[in-house]
């Protein structure tokens, strides 16, 4: 079955450094990748989308890439900020139905000042 | 409304009570989802709405749980006889419907069940 995975332990960087979260598929291959954040009590929000012809996309501060060979989106954010700090979720739509998405497990990202 | 309005925010039941929690969607999203969403982990799909298709079922973990969606606006996910392991954080969103849109979440029900 289809499977989207993320580190599960949490991400501790010193401000201003990038931070890099890693998200890997397994056992098909998805046209598109999202990412959200999502903070505590909140629920999670859209960032940005990769398609799967897309090498990388940009929005501010974020970074995203889609590796299809190696089934992996990178995740990064340059000049990391305490505000920064929140849970990153990857998600995918799923093979059978495509509107509908499956999210990975989320990184707990915490950037210290 | 300016985004996904669920309610209520927090709802305490007993066991084997029922409980119905509301979604209000983004106006004009044709697509509807149901998340749950237990401590510390990810997002778990319930159920998803199309326009006037029939739902898609798949993700509602026993016959316990049903949706419905009027008008194709506001959605209610029905709970009956709650039982401990249904505790969790219950996420709508809503989208356009495109199949590479992103989803406007809302700030999501934490039940919790004694």
């Known amino acids: 079955s289809q499977k989207i995975e993320q580190n599960s332990e949490a991400l501790n960087i010193q401000e201003g450094k990038t931070a890099t979260l890693t998200c890997n598929y397994t056992?098909?291959?998805?046209?598109?990748l999202q990412w959200y954040r999502q903070d505590p009590g909140r629920g999670p929000v859209f960032l940005l989308l990769i398609r799967e012809n897309e090498k990388e996309k940009r929005k501010e501060r974020l970074k995203v890439t889609f590796d299809t060979t190696l089934k992996q989106s990178l995740f990064h954010i340059t000049a990391s900020q305490p505000a920064d700090s929140a849970t990153y979720l990857c998600?995918?739509?799923?093979?059978?139905?495509?509107?509908?998405?499956?999210f990975g497990g989320g990184t707990r990202l915490m950037v210290k000042p | 409304g300016a985004g996904v309005s669920q309610s209520p925010s927090n709802k305490v039941t007993e066991k084997g009570k029922d409980v119905e929690l509301r979604c209000d969607p983004i106006?004009?999203?044709?697509?509807l989802y149901w998340y749950r969403q237990s401590l510390g982990q990810g997002l778990e799909f319930l159920i998803y709405?199309?326009?006037?298709?029939?739902?898609?079922k798949s993700g509602l973990p026993s016959d316990r749980f049903s949706a419905e969606r009027t008008g194709g606006s506001v959605s209610t996910l029905t709970i009956q006889r709650t039982q401990q392991e249904d505790s969790a954080v219950y996420l709508c969103?809503?989208?356009?419907?495109?199949?590479?849109?992103?989803?406007?979440f809302g700030s999501g029900t934490r039940l919790t069940v004694v």
């Open positions: 056992n098909y291959s998805p046209a598109y």
């Open positions: 969103a809503s989208s356009l419907g495109r199949h590479d849109w992103g989803y406007t």
């Open positions: 106006s004009g999203h044709t697509a």
């Open positions: 998600a995918s739509p799923r093979r059978d139905a495509g509107n509908m998405l499956t």
């Open positions: 709405f199309q326009g006037n298709s029939a739902p898609d």
